[in-house]
T-cell receptor
Framework: SQTIHQWPATLVQPVGSPLSLECTVE??????LYWYRQAAGRGLQLLFY??????ISSEVPQNLSASRPQDRQFILSSKKLLLSDSGFYLC????????????????FGAGTRLSVL | KNEVEQSPQNLTAQEGEFITINCSYS?????LHWLQQHPGGGIVSLFM???GKKKHGRLIATINIQEKHSSLHITASHPRDSAVYIC???????????????FGQGTILTVHP
């Protein structure tokens, strides 16, 4: 069965420090991968998605970047965190429609709560 | 105006009450999801709809494609139903299909015993 791992669960970082959040998926190959952010009192916002190794699409301009060094690994990074980067970050994966299986379903990780102080 | 609007934003109910959460969207879609986010942040997919109605236990989800509207109903609500309920749509994307979802802002449900 497929599983998604996201870590750390909680992170407190000072302003200006770097960030690296990691997400890995097991039990599937060539998934679509997504990074979302949920700011306090706001809905989920898609930050990045990836359809393959090294292929990253950014949805909104921001202080963050994403990388996919391996098929099932998705990393969210920042060189210098801002206060506004605080929020709840969720990684998700889905099976590409071209590979069949349950379409339109995204499977979410447990999330990382980031506090920038 | 957001592409996906949910109402109400906050909902308080007494145990046993029938609850309805609404979702309206302004784009053509291929599917609509209802998600449940627990206080710890974890998200669970409740339903995926492209037409009609689905039922799972005490949860019922309906969608009217012509009116671009969906509702999530909870019958005989219970304090453990307290969570954030999120509506998400998958817009029609023509020839491309990355599985991208557009989310509503969520409805915070609190059920008191």
């Amino acid at each position: 069965s497929q599983t998604i791992h996201q870590w750390p669960a909680t992170l407190v970082q000072p302003v200006g420090s770097p960030l690296s959040l990691e997400c890995t998926v097991e039990g599937t190959s060539n998934p679509n991968l997504y990074w979302y952010r949920q700011a306090a009192g706001r809905g989920l916002q898609l930050l990045f998605y990836s359809v393959g190794i090294g292929q990253i699409s950014s949805e909104v301009p921001q202080n963050l970047s994403a990388s996919r060094p391996q098929d099932r690994q998705f990393i969210l990074s920042s060189k210098k965190l801002l206060l506004s980067d605080s929020g709840f970050y969720l990684c998700a994966w889905s099976i590409p429609p071209s590979k069949g299986g349950p379409k339109n379903i995204q499977y979410f990780g447990a999330g990382t709560r980031l506090s920038v102080l | 105006k957001n592409e996906v609007e949910q109402s109400p934003q906050n909902l308080t109910a007494q145990e046993g009450e029938f609850i309805t959460i609404n979702c309206s969207y302004s784009v053509g879609i291929s599917a609509l999801h209802w998600l449940q986010q627990h206080p710890g942040g974890g998200i669970v997919s409740l339903f995926m709809l492209s037409s009609g109605k689905k039922k799972h236990g005490r949860l019922i989800a309906t969608i009217n494609i012509q009116e671009k509207h969906s509702s999530l109903h909870i019958t005989a609500s219970h304090p453990r139903d307290s969570a954030v309920y999120i509506c998400a749509v998958r817009p029609n994307a023509g020839g491309t299909s990355y599985g991208k979802l557009t989310f509503g802002q969520g409805t915070i449900l609190t059920v008191h015993p």
